[in-house]
Nanobody, 121 residues
Framework: QVQLVESGGGLVQPGGSLRLSCAAS????????MGWYRQVPGKERELVAS???????NYADSVKGRFTISRDNAKNTVYLQLNSLKPEDTAVYFC???????????????WGQGTQVTVSS
């Protein structure tokens, strides 16, 4: 069974920084794309950033220049560095990982449980 476990959320003042981590565990083949989404109550979940197995990255316009996604393939872990945080970045952040559980399985995207990021003075 594949699990994604996130850490690093919390309360931070505007202009501050946080680093989110998400580790995939279980039995699976190589992890392909990984990413981070966020959601606030009453709104749809939105993509924040993604990173391919070849380290190609993609960012939402609202976070470009402030957030950085990276990964450690040896640890099956994806990171999100959040800098210059704004109150509008407040949300629950979810990580994702697309992988195959075994050689003949179809790719499936797994989700973490979410971690709260609150930006407030």
């Amino acid at each position: 069974q594949v699990q994604l476990v996130e850490s690093g959320g919390g309360l931070v003042q505007p202009g501050g920084s946080l680093r989110l981590s998400c580790a995939a565990s279980g039995t699976f083949r190589r992890v392909n794309d990984m990413g981070w989404y966020r959601q606030v109550p009453g709104k749809e979940r939105e993509l924040v950033a993604s990173i391919s197995s070849g380290d190609s990255t993609n960012y939402a316009d609202s976070v470009k220049g402030r957030f950085t996604i990276s990964r450690d393939n040896a640890k099956n872990t994806v990171y999100l560095q959040l800098n210059s945080l704004k109150p509008e970045d407040t949300a629950v952040y979810f990580c994702t990982a697309t992988l195959r559980e075994h050689r003949y399985a179809s790719p499936h995207t797994y989700w973490g449980q979410g971690t709260q990021v609150t930006v407030s003075s």
